[in-house]
């Protein structure tokens, strides 16, 4: 035995090493599986919904704006904005955590069972019933789309795909299963809190439509006078509370976005209008004035007329 250790010991080493690591690797072969399906889901969710998800925050931080700048109208929408964005974290962890159940295990994974089938479907149901009376009746065609997509009991869509998540299809058609549930909770949160968004617009002088004025340096002239105006567009808004008007520093009301002045001057002369409009960021809080003074001719009556 020595004798035959000592001739072919070199071809022993080789044949050990080899089979360890041949063992290693058909030991470790799910483990190295799962990882790289692990980082190829991580890629995927990266790039199949990571639109979606900017636009989610997107909605989000604009409503957050809004309801900063407007609490009064904005705060009902902005809580339950807060309320979709835990609804939809809540069954997005869901999910996470059935990948990690089924991927941390070093187990390569072909189908859900079916307990993790019904809690998947419990949850679906349960964001669906959550979400759609949150949308409220101004958009109709949402909720019925969201329940088609969520509601483990819709015909008339196959999302979320519950058969095919319960077949052996194989581990890479398993992860792809479950990336399209991720996929259709974020989809549908950006639905939902794209209406709300909806409910925060028009607001104050950002939103509108714009509106020549003519600006006159004299409101009377003479025959053969020159008339020196200025023209030019500005934004009007029905909506007005972040402005505010002064004539001679005194307030002027504001009613469907225009301050009306009237006064009665009871001697001829020209009178100077010094006019201040103070508009609010609703965002900042910022108050930026502008100014301009305006003139008005008042002139001697005509003799023979009253």
Same mark, same amino acid.
Not at 49 to 77: C, M, S, T, W
Not at 117 to 126: A, Q
Not at 173 to 186: E, T
Not at 286 to 294: D, M
């Given at each position: @035995?020595?004798?035959?250790?000592?001739?072919? *010991?070199?071809?022993?080493?080789? @044949?050990?090493?080899?089979?360890?690591?041949?063992?290693?690797?058909?030991?470790?072969?799910?483990?190295?599986?799962? *990882?790289?399906?692990?980082?190829?889901?991580?890629?995927?969710?990266?790039?199949?919904?990571?639109?979606?998800?900017?636009?989610?925050?997107?909605?989000?931080?604009?409503?957050?704006?809004?309801?900063?700048?407007? !609490?009064? #109208?904005?705060?009902?929408?902005?809580?339950?904005? *807060?309320q979709?964005?835990?609804?939809?974290?809540?069954?997005?962890e869901?999910? *996470? +955590?059935?990948?990690?159940?089924r991927?941390?295990?070093?187990?390569?994974?072909?189908?859900?069972?079916?307990?993790?089938?019904?809690?998947? #479907?419990?949850?679906?149901?349960?964001?669906?019933?959550?979400?759609?009376?949150?949308?409220? +009746? +101004?958009?109709?065609?949402?909720?019925?789309?969201?329940?088609?997509?969520?509601?483990? +009991?819709?015909?008339?869509y196959?999302?979320?795909?519950?058969?095919?998540?319960?077949?052996?299809?194989?581990?890479?058609?398993?992860?792809?299963?479950?990336?399209?549930?991720?996929h259709s909770?974020?989809?549908?949160?950006?639905?939902?809190?794209?209406?709300?968004?909806?409910?925060?617009?028009?607001?104050?002088?950002?939103?509108?439509?714009? @509106?020549?004025? @003519?600006?006159?340096?004299?409101?009377?002239?003479?025959?053969?006078?020159?008339?020196?105006?200025?023209?030019?567009?500005?934004?009007?808004?029905?909506?007005?509370?972040?402005?505010?008007?002064?004539?001679?520093?005194?307030?002027?009301?504001? #009613?469907?976005?225009?301050?009306?002045?009237?006064?009665?001057?009871?001697? !001829?002369?020209?009178?100077?209008?010094?006019?201040?409009?103070?508009?609010?960021?609703?965002?900042?809080?910022?108050? #930026?004035?502008?100014?301009?003074?305006?003139?008005?001719?008042?002139?001697?009556?005509? !003799?023979?007329r009253?």
């Amino acid at each position: @035995m020595a004798a035959f250790f000592k001739k072919y *010991r070199r071809d022993v080493v080789y @044949m050990v090493v080899i089979l360890g690591l041949v063992g290693w690797i058909a030991i470790d072969y799910p483990g190295k599986l799962n *990882r790289a399906l692990i980082e190829e889901f991580a890629e995927s969710s990266r790039v199949g919904f990571g639109h979606v998800e900017r636009l989610f925050n997107y909605y989000y931080d604009k409503i957050q704006k809004e309801a900063d700048a407007f !609490p009064e #109208k904005n705060d009902a929408v902005w809580a339950r904005t *807060r309320q979709i964005r835990k609804l939809i974290e809540k069954a997005e962890e869901t999910v *996470r +955590d059935v990948i990690k159940a089924r991927y941390a295990e070093g187990r390569i994974v072909h189908k859900l069972s079916s307990n993790e089938i019904d809690t998947l #479907k419990r949850e679906f149901s349960v964001l669906a019933d959550a979400l759609v009376p949150l949308l409220g +009746d +101004d958009a109709p065609q949402w909720p019925q789309w969201i329940k088609q997509t969520l509601h483990s +009991d819709s015909v008339a869509y196959a999302r979320p795909n519950w058969a095919a998540l319960s077949s052996d299809l194989g581990p890479k058609q398993a992860a792809v299963g479950l990336l399209n549930l991720a996929h259709s909770i974020r989809t549908a949160g950006v639905i939902a809190i794209g209406t709300c968004y909806q409910e925060t617009q028009p607001q104050g002088i950002i939103e509108g439509f714009w @509106m020549p004025v @003519m600006s006159a340096e004299r409101s009377v002239l003479r025959p053969g006078e020159l008339f020196d105006a200025d023209f030019f567009l500005t934004e009007y808004s029905t909506r007005t509370e972040n402005l505010a008007v002064f004539v001679n520093d005194k307030p002027v009301a504001i #009613k469907d976005g225009l301050a009306n002045y009237r006064h009665r001057f009871d001697k !001829p002369g020209v009178y100077k209008l010094d006019v201040r409009i103070d508009l609010k960021n609703p965002y900042t809080k910022q108050v #930026k004035p502008f100014s301009k003074i305006f003139e008005v001719l008042v002139v001697e009556p005509c !003799p023979g007329r009253e």
